[in-house]
């Protein structure tokens, strides 16, 4: 019989694993983060987005069935509305963290102490496609090309990164908080520079004065190849937020190879880099929004 303990093992490795057959199914063609809609998984009761980790099993569930809806009820919450799951439909596992404080024991008169202690839980979600006896909301028109390239040229605006449009090469300049990127019409499409655009500006979050993201001492040499992830992922984020239709990572060998080897040796690799992405996509969309807001009022 399986622990509690054994349990969240075992969700750890199998949501990792998951990810991992997603990583290498990509690797002969382009690796796809496929959603459906208009924006990121939400719940269909309380329109509340999903973050992290469950972002992406999510998105891997609606890929891997067609679903066409990024709409997601629990069971309860689908009977609480009059819906009825389909008859041989199967849910997604998604995970949820809470903090509760364990009481420590003390030696012979000593006073107990406590602990603060995460503890990961599960809960299983449907897609609005696998039930009936709920209406779908009504799809809202979707952004023209045009309209998508105008929201993500305010995302670069408004963030106030200081971005270079000049050179070869896309990266982060720490030593200096500077952003480059090869001129827009190097890049095969304006979408593609924007999802670019995109992956430094999620570096550029983890600053020391930003999000202070440093995972050197946990993974030593691969803590580039987590970055890499971290910031694919945070584009991919940004992308859904913007209403572009899926996000592709080019088939960089070197770099999927590395984001293996990493989730391979450390199951919860994965559940920090989705975290972390979620953080510089809240982080980004915050300062965009405010620093627009300022600009309105002035």
């Not at 509340?48 to 629990?74: C, E, F, I, K, P």
């Not at 995460?118 to 299983?124: A, H, K, N, Q, T």
């Not at 449907?126 to 952004?143: C, E, S, V, Y």
């Not at 019409?185 to 500006?201: D, G, K, P, T, W």
Request: glycine share 6%.
């Amino acid at each position: 019989m399986k622990t509690p303990t054994n349990l969240k093992k075992d969700m750890y490795v199998q949501i990792t694993d998951a990810i991992i057959a997603m990583l290498e199914s990509g690797k002969t063609s382009r690796l796809t983060w496929a959603r459906t809609g208009n924006n990121l998984p939400c719940n269909h009761k309380t329109g509340a987005a999903y973050q992290g980790v469950n972002v992406l099993l999510l998105w891997a569930a609606a890929m891997t069935h067609g679903y066409s809806s990024d709409r997601w009820l629990t069971y309860k919450q689908a009977a609480d509305m009059g819906g009825r799951i389909r008859k041989g439909e199967k849910s997604v596992t998604c995970v949820f963290f809470k903090t509760i404080e364990r009481e420590l024991t003390g030696d012979g008169d000593s006073a107990k102490e406590s602990e603060s202690v995460r503890v990961m839980s599960s809960f299983w979600l449907f897609n609005l496609d696998q039930i009936d006896g709920i209406d779908k909301p009504q799809t809202a028109a979707q952004r023209s090309e045009f309209q998508q390239i105008d929201a993500a040229e305010a995302v670069l605006i408004h963030s106030r990164a200081v971005i270079c449009e000049e050179g070869e090469k896309a990266f982060y300049r720490p030593s200096t908080d500077e952003i480059y990127l090869p001129q827009r019409a190097r890049f095969a499409s304006m979408i593609e520079f924007y999802s670019v655009a995109q992956h430094e500006l999620t570096h550029w979050t983890g600053a020391k004065h930003r999000l202070a993201r440093d995972f050197a001492d946990r993974f030593g040499t691969e803590a580039y190849a987590f970055e890499e992830l971290i910031a694919e992922l945070g584009s991919a984020f940004l992308n859904a937020e913007l209403g572009f239709s899926a996000t592709t990572i080019p088939n960089h060998a070197g770099y999927i190879d590395s984001w293996l080897k990493v989730l391979k040796n450390d199951k919860r690799a994965i559940f920090t880099a989705a975290s972390q992405a979620s953080k510089a996509h809240r982080y980004i969309v915050d300062l965009v929004e405010g620093n627009q807001n300022k600009q309105h009022a002035a």
